[in-house]
């Protein structure tokens, strides 16, 4: 399965990504409410650093037999970087979650931006089964 859309670079663009990401995946035994939390991430993020630049963003989302990658492309230069917030702090959060949740996450160039992206090995419901059983992750 893949699927993939160019979105404006707007906040409204965000819940318009979670309805696509849950169309993409219907049918699926994934993880969804999971891998939607961790797009939003990815998104929230490009909205606010990509639009002084040319207005969209990139998604992509592509399930394989053994992995489910999401790519989301921006055109900021900036990269990300993991932060370390205190409790006093109210972000700073977004990509700890990603880490969390997937199985790894990273950030590569591209020719205008960079593409920040995410893996889930394996089959992704069954690693939300470990999870709540408390055997992966936190
Ligand atoms: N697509 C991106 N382009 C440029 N900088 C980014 C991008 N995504 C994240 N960052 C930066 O990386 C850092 C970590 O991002 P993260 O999503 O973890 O926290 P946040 O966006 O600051 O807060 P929160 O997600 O909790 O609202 C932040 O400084 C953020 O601005
Ligand atoms: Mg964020």
């Known amino acids: ?3 993939a859309r160019d979105f404006a ?3 409204e663009s965000v819940s318009e990504v979670r309805a696509f990401t849950q169309d993409a995946l219907a049918g699926l035994d994934l993880a969804v ?3 939607v939390l961790c797009v939003s991430e990815l998104v929230t ?3 606010r650093h990509s639009t002084a630049h040319d207005g969209t963003f990139h998604l992509d989302i ?3 037999r053994d992995k489910l990658r999401v790519e989301c492309h921006d055109c900021g230069s900036k990269k990300p970087t993991l ?3 205190s409790d006093a702090d109210e972000g700073g959060r977004g990509l700890l979650l990603v880490q969390a949740l997937t199985s ?3 950030v590569g160039s591209r020719p205008a931006g960079k593409c920040v992206w995410f893996e889930i090995d394996g089959d992704p419901s069954v690693l939300q089964g470990c999870r709540r059983a408390g055997r992966v992750g936190s």
Do not use: E, Y
């Open 62 to 64: 592509r399930v394989d």
């Open 1 to 3: 399965m893949s699927a």
């Open 104 to 106: 790894r996450w990273g």
């Open 45 to 47: 993020n490009a909205v």
């Open 33 to 35: 409410d999971d891998i």
């Open 83 to 85: 932060l370390t917030p």
């Open 9 to 11: 670079s707007r906040p």
